[in-house]
């Protein structure tokens, strides 16, 4: 079946530094990835929409400059937090879905935890 | 308002017992979708059972079976002989309109806990 792939799945980095999570599709080409954030026994919350060859569209309190998503390929999107702080640290997870009618295919990576110290 | 509740934070169910999970929705689009993810400990999101508005069946894969109420909108997910695997964080999510691009908005979640 199609696969989603995340990397990495854990960082941890310093305060003020930039960190790029990556989200392939393996055996599929995504138009759309979505990226989404959990806090800790919380569920997901969508930041934007990541469309191949055009802006994403950010969710309502979520800052593009701060969280910088590009969607270079069919099958790769990159979330880019920058200048992250200790308020950054949470689990990333992306889904990329297949264009068309909807047949209920939908397709998570494995996440993406980060810790900012 | 919220467009996808989950009423019940934490369940308990007994091993090889049934167990229903609730989840009611808000949309006024007549074509939407609706998900059923488990999320481990581990944090992945596996995806476990779908129905669309326009399915006449309620949806079942294995031991999942999806309990649609269109009238009453809601979506009960249905867990047959409970397993110690079951236990985890399950999300009901749904999507609006048939685009397979449009974005999935997800309940709180609920919590199972399997005991043996």
């Known amino acids: 079946g199609a696969v989603v792939s995340q990397h990495p799945s854990r960082v941890i980095c310093k305060s003020g530094t930039s960190v790029k999570i990556e989200c392939r599709s393996l055996d599929f080409q995504a138009t759309t990835m979505f990226w989404y954030r959990q806090f800790p026994k919380q569920s997901l919350m969508l930041m934007a929409t990541?469309?191949?060859?055009?802006?994403?569209?950010?969710e309502q309190g979520v800052e593009k400059d701060k969280f910088l998503i590009n969607h270079a390929s069919l099958t790769l999107s990159t979330l880019t937090v920058t200048s992250a702080h200790p308020e950054d640290s949470s689990f990333y997870i992306c889904?990329?879905?297949?264009?068309?009618?909807?047949?209920?295919?939908?397709?998570f990576g494995e996440g993406s935890r980060l810790t900012v110290l | 308002a919220q467009k996808i509740t989950q009423t019940q934070p934490g369940m308990f169910v007994q091993e090889k017992e049934a167990v229903t999970l609730d989840c009611t929705y808000d949309t006024s689009d007549p074509s939407y979708g609706l998900f059923w993810y488990k999320q481990p400990s581990s944090g992945e999101m596996i995806f476990l059972i779908y129905q669309g508005s326009y399915d006449q069946q309620n949806a079942t894969e294995g031991r999942y079976s999806l309990n649609f109420q269109k009238a009453r909108k809601s979506a009960n997910l249905v867990i047959s002989a409970s397993q110690l695997g079951d236990s985890a964080m399950y999300f009901c999510a749904m999507r609006e309109g048939l685009n397979a691009g449009n974005m999935l908005t997800f309940g709180g979640g609920t919590r199972l806990m399997v005991k043996p």
């Open positions: 889904s990329a879905q297949r264009t068309g009618i909807d047949t209920g295919e939908l397709f």
């Open positions: 990541s469309n191949e060859g055009s802006k994403a569209t950010y």
